[in-house]
């Protein structure tokens, strides 16, 4: 079973506008949350990531927001760009466990 | 240079065969895996070793069969294609369980079963 439920599957967003993915999950025990932006043809590449300690992390024009009491997790795209057209995963994973278990991906296509 | 690599690209191959899907990589990381995307896009990990330990080795038909060399090498062998088997196959590789630096994913492998 997945552990980690992501939404929605794929979304349109018009260039400049923000795009807004959302990832929850159960398990109390994760404590690392990073995100994965896959284009086409290639694997996933790590984009930014966040732990628990923190509400926010912010690089460039991504943005995670993190609340632990909900166990829910978001990346916000600001001024999103045709090149931010892409499948985007969310993950997690406990401490000293080598499995990253991700969320089902959500395409993102950027309109010009 | 390409930091994690594999091959063959894409494999086009009849049920009942036999196919082998190697992977290298040169970041000099110590653990690596390997993860299915199936055509909805989910990604799920299958294997991975640290230090050419199994260390994951998740509910997947003994069918497939991986192998460790050396830390810079893991390698995919299935038996007996199946239908099924028509997929992504992903290497990746990460220093220590990756929660620093991430993991590096090759660009996959494209595994058809006609």
């Given at each position: 079973?997945?552990?980690v439920?992501?939404?929605?599957?794929?979304?349109?967003?018009?260039?400049?506008?923000?795009?807004?993915?959302n990832?929850?999950?159960?398990?109390?025990?994760?404590?690392?949350?990073?995100?994965?932006?896959?284009?086409?043809?290639?694997?996933?590449?790590l984009?930014?990531?966040?732990?628990?300690?923190?509400?926010?992390?912010?690089?460039?024009?991504?943005?995670?927001?993190?609340?632990?009491s909900?166990?829910?997790?978001?990346?916000?795209?600001m001024?999103s760009?045709?090149?931010?057209?892409?499948?985007?995963f969310?993950?997690?994973?406990?401490?000293?466990?080598?499995?990253?278990?991700?969320?089902?991906?959500?395409?993102?296509?950027?309109?010009? | 240079?390409?930091?994690?690599?594999?091959?063959?690209?894409?494999?086009?191959t009849?049920?009942?065969?036999?196919?082998s899907?190697?992977?290298?990589?040169?970041?000099?990381?110590?653990?690596?895996?390997?993860?299915?995307?199936?055509?909805?896009?989910?990604?799920?990990?299958?294997?991975?070793?640290?230090?050419?330990?199994?260390?994951?080795?998740?509910?997947?038909?003994?069918?497939?069969?991986?192998?460790?060399?050396?830390?810079?090498h893991?390698?995919?062998?299935?038996?007996?294609?199946?239908?099924?088997?028509?997929?992504?196959?992903?290497?990746?590789?990460?220093?220590?369980?990756?929660?620093?630096?991430?993991?590096?994913?090759?660009?996959?492998?494209?595994?058809?079963?006609?």
């Amino acid at each position: 079973q997945q552990q980690v439920k992501q939404s929605p599957q794929s979304l349109i967003v018009q260039k400049g506008g923000i795009s807004i993915i959302n990832c929850a999950y159960e398990n109390t025990a994760f404590d690392y949350f990073p995100w994965y932006q896959q284009f086409p043809g290639k694997g996933p590449a790590l984009l930014i990531a966040i732990r628990p300690d923190v509400s926010e992390k912010k690089e460039g024009r991504f943005t995670i927001s993190f609340n632990k009491s909900a166990k829910q997790f978001s990346l916000h795209i600001m001024d999103s760009q045709p090149g931010d057209s892409a499948t985007y995963f969310c993950a997690a994973s406990s401490s000293n466990d080598y499995k990253l278990s991700f969320g089902a991906g959500t395409t993102v296509t950027v309109r010009a | 240079d390409t930091a994690v690599s594999q091959t063959p690209k894409y494999l086009v191959t009849q049920m009942g065969n036999d196919k082998s899907i190697k992977c290298e990589q040169n970041l000099g990381h110590d653990t690596m895996y390997w993860y299915k995307q199936d055509s909805k896009k989910f990604l799920k990990i299958m294997f991975s070793y640290n230090n050419k330990e199994l260390i994951i080795n998740e509910t997947v038909p003994n069918r497939f069969s991986p192998k460790s060399p050396d830390k810079a090498h893991l390698n995919l062998h299935i038996n007996s294609l199946e239908l099924g088997d028509s997929a992504v196959y992903f290497c990746a590789s990460s220093q220590g369980t990756g929660r620093y630096n991430g993991y590096t994913f090759g660009s996959g492998t494209r595994l058809t079963v006609v």
